[in-house]
Structures are given as C-alpha cells and as structure tokens.
C-alpha cells in the first residue's frame, strides 16, 4: 500500500517536450510510472520516444488516455495557467514541480483548484514516489526501497539524504512526498499525515521540515492529537539568520516567528521524537517500529 | 548617514505634521490561510509584531478572498475597527482599498502604512509605508527590478545572485557548496553540531554545470574568513560529475590556499571520484564524515590533498 500514487495512476507531463519535462519523461517511464500522455500546446498528434501519444490539451489527453495525474515542468510564467488546465480537464492529482510561481498567483490557484477538489503537490518540490511501483517528478528512483516508513519534505536533496539513510540500513519506504518550499503549496504535512495515518502498510513517519512559517507546529499539534502511528522529526536551519531567505521562497524567519529551535521544541512538546542530525533518523525509526 | 550598516543615498523630506491619533495598517501573503490578510491596529507608530506577540488584540484582521479582493464591507469592517466618526472611516477604508490594489499591482508580499495618522483635524495621512516585492514575481515587473540597489547588498551576494546562486553570507570559518536548499541548511546545522560555524549559506541550485561551480568557489573566497571549503553533493538532477569538473576548473583558474573536503552521493558519482582522484583530491560519500573532516583541517589549516 502507499499514498497518493500506485502502479495503476496513470500520468499526464504537461511540457513534455521541454528540456526537464523530456529528461524525466524517460525516467519516470523506466522506473514504471505510467505516462501515459504529453501536453505541449502545438504538438498534439506526435509521438514521444515513438511511444508516448502528445496532446494540445489536458482535456484531449484525459479523454484520449484516462490520465488521473499530471506533472507540471513548464516555467514559472506559464505553470499557474498548466496547473488552471489540469483542474478544469479533471485530473485529480497535479505535481508542480515549476520552482518561482509568483506567490499571489498561487493563491488564485489554490482557491481554484479547492473549488474543484482537485489535490496539488508543490509548487517548487521534487514530486513523490512509491518505491517500486510509481514516481512523479524528479526523486531519483535508485535511492529509494519498498517498505513500511512514509517521508513527508519541504526539501528536496534533503530528502534524497534521509532516504538514503533509511534504505541503506534496511529502512524502506512507503510513499516518499516532497511538498515544496514554496510558503503556499497545495498539500500541508497534515494532508500526508492523515494520508499516512490510514495507509495500513506505513508503521512510521518521518517528517522534515525547515525554517519559515507555522506548518510544522499545526502538524506537531495533528499528530499529538489525531494519529496513531508514530512521527519522527528533522528540522533544517538551525543556524540560519533571522530575515533572511535561505534559497525556498518560504524558508525565512519572518521576526521571531518560524525558528527552527521553535518547531522542534513543538516537536518534542507534542511527542515527536527529533533527530539532531540525518543520520540520527535511522536509530528514531527503529525505535518506533519496535 | 549610516542606518543599522546601510549607507543612506537619498531622503525624502515631507512636511511636518501635528498628529493627532497613530494606527497601522498592512496586508500580508498569510501562508496559513493562503490569502492576503489585512491588517489594522489603533497602536500604530510601534514594531507592530511586538503588537502580535503582546497583545493581539489590538489587531483586527480581514482575510481577503484573491479572486474578488477587498470587498467594501471588508474595508469599512477595518475601518470601524479604528474610528467611531463616519467620515474617517470612509476615508480610511478608501485608503485600504487603494492599498490592496497597490500590493496586488506591484506583486507584493507585505505592504503597510505605519503610521496612518489623523491630523487635528480629523484628516487622515498615511506618513510612512513600508513595501516588500516577492522576488519569483520581478520577471513580470521589471521596472522594479531595476530599482534593485546594490551598494546596499553584500557584493559577494549581488555577484551570486547574477550567477544563478543563492548565497547568504554568515559569519563562521567553514566555507559550504551544496545543492539544494534544505540540504544547504542541514550542512551548516550539521557544522554548528560538530562545534564550528558555517562561513555561509549556499545553494548551486539543480541543473548546475560546472561554470557555477567555479563562481560558488571565487564567491566563497572571496571571505577572508574561511578556513575550509566543504562541498556536500547529493546527486538528483545535479550530476556529480559536472561538479567535479567545476572544482577542477576553479583549481586552474585560482590560487586555492585553504582546503576542500568533498562529499559526493548519487547521479554519476563514480565518474566524479575519477575526475577529483587525478587531481589528488579525495572525496568521500558520508555529510558527517565531511563536515568532521572540514572542521579539523580548517583547524589545522592544512590542505587536502597535500601541496599543489
């Protein structure tokens, strides 16, 4: 079991033909995804890899192929209007992977798409995976291992370290989520949690989080209050200055507010264990699962 | 005239006013309710999150629907919040009205008036305001683009941000080069863990070639205080060995004195080790061995790799 994704989503990359949209085509199709459509405005009616049919629009590719998810790797000045196509055409999940949407644009988004019920991973993030049977986005493939641990992420190459982590000492996972650094993205913690939560094959969670905003204290209070299986604890920034971006758009304390030393001190009051360091996730872990 | 280390160019001089009454009012991108907020409080002329933190409530707030911005209702709401007379609050809710437009017309992440007076004679005047533009949206203003000044900035930090790095300058002996932010952040916690202190914040972003490489290094010298330059590579998108192929280049182009320590993981990290071993660095795939190793020659001062 897993969240979000299975082997049987089948999978839309709007800007296929781009330089990103074409490079993890390929990879997310080797790794078992199914893609089984491109969008690019202009090119419907060719084949991708001679194998991949592309569409002008979402609406044909839903209709054509009965794609459920699509996968946004247009630039930053169209990514609002891709995310705009998706929802309307009906498909259910949108992974943005577009890092440098203008944050006032998103907000118009989220208020679309909320309306439609449709699920947005991102902006700004690496995608998801469910090792060894579907990823959308850009997470390498190889690092990642079936198994009963789900990882939620702000980061990306951060995430790729505490996987590593995990796989390299027999820790698999479940379903890997990076939900982006941007400050608006379209799936909180709180969504996976809950998604976790009634997944009955993940028996641990790791959560990382980083400097900027309140997701991670509402999530502390969420899984205090709401879940049953066990939450382990990673927050970036330690040493970061007030005031300042460090590289996300939403990695920045604003005033007091958004410290790392705040979120794992909710960490800890709310009974999440915090690792230190990477490193120290692995030993967490092995704690929670007994 | 010098402001908290800022040299001041220019001033504008308004004319003096008697004040009667001080208040705030500001709009924010609250990351919460992924709206526009706005905000008003009777204790203007003060640091209004020390208002939040103390007292808040003395702050009255309006979440703003983006799709249909800030209704009339929600303007007089605001309003009646900080005057009894009819006349003020009309005129303040105009002035909150042309304030949201002014933030959604400029891409604003914050936009405030502190303080929004009243003169004796009831007459409101907005006599400081405060506007912050959200970065990932300058492409679509480049008149405010070029309003960027900076002498006003590190000129390590400017020369990055033209090279496509995200660079924050701290104050710590142990230089970093890492891709990916929350990576990035992890590395300087991970030095501060060891007992050091990070030289900076650096991201060489995803598809990085080898040119970025070179500049992250120039930029990281370019800090008398660094002792050690760290490189901690996790490959994805980034291929490991385009960055060993940067640090090659940047080692012809300059006179590295301190050492490198080298942590590479992932996409064709097996070339990568070939390219660093023929030129005698070493390099290894653990972020704690790292860091540890770049804490100890930074200490000693001495290179890797033995002389070149």
Known sequence: ?290 | MDLKGLTVGKVLLAPAVDIASEAYAGIVVDRASQRPVMMVSAAGGVDIEEVARETPEKIHKVAIDPRYGLLNHQAMELGFALYKDLQQVRQAAGIFRRLYTAFIAVDASLAEINPLIALPDGTLEAIDAKVNVDDNALFRHPELAELRDPSAEEPAETEAREKGLSYVKLDGSIGCIVNGAGLAMATMDLIKYYGAEPANFLDIGGSSNPEKVVAAMRIILSDPNVDAILFNIFGGITRCDDVANGIVQALDQMDVEVPIVIRLTGTNEKEALEILESVNLPATNSMDEVVRKAIELAAAKTPAGGPR
């Open chain 1, 1 to 290: 079991m897993s969240i979000l994704i299975d082997r049987s989503t089948k999978l839309a990359v709007q800007g296929i033909t781009g330089r990103d949209g074409s490079f993890h085509a390929r990879r997310m199709r080797d790794y078992g995804t199914q893609v089984v459509a491109g969008v690019v405005p202009g090119k419907g009616g060719q084949l991708f890899d001679d194998s991949i049919p592309v569409f002008d629009t979402v609406a044909a590719a839903v209709q054509e192929t009965g794609a459920n998810a699509s996968v946004i790797y247009v630039p930053p000045r169209f990514a609002a209007d891709a995310i705009y196509e998706a929802a309307d055409a009906g498909i259910e999940l949108i992974v943005a992977i577009t890092e440098g949407i203008p944050v006032l644009e998103m907000m118009r988004v989220m208020a679309f798409v909320r309306e439609r019920g449709t699920r947005i991973v991102g902006p700004n993030c690496p995608g998801l995976i469910t090792p060894g049977e579907s990823k959308i986005g850009i997470l390498p493939g190889n690092i990642c291992a079936p198994g009963k641990v789900g990882v939620v992420s702000r980061s990306g190459t951060l995430t790729y370290e505490v996987i590593h982590h995990l796989t390299t000492n027999g820790l698999g996972q479940s379903t890997c989520v990076g939900i982006g650094g941007d400050p608006i993205v379209g799936t909180s913690f709180i969504d996976c949690l809950e998604q976790f939560d009634t997944d009955p094959d993940t028996k641990a969670v790791v959560m990382i989080g980083e400097i900027g905003g309140t997701d991670e204290q509402e999530a502390a209070r969420y899984v205090d209050g709401e879940m049953r299986t066990p939450v382990v604890g990673f927050i970036a920034g330690q040493t970061a200055p007030p005031g300042r971006r460090m590289g996300h758009a939403g990695a920045i304390i604003s005033g007091s507010e958004g410290t790392a030393a705040e979120k794992m001190t909710a960490f800890r009051d709310h009974g999440i264990a915090v690792a230190e360091r990477p490193a120290d996730i692995v030993g967490l872990i092995e704690d929670a699962l007994g």
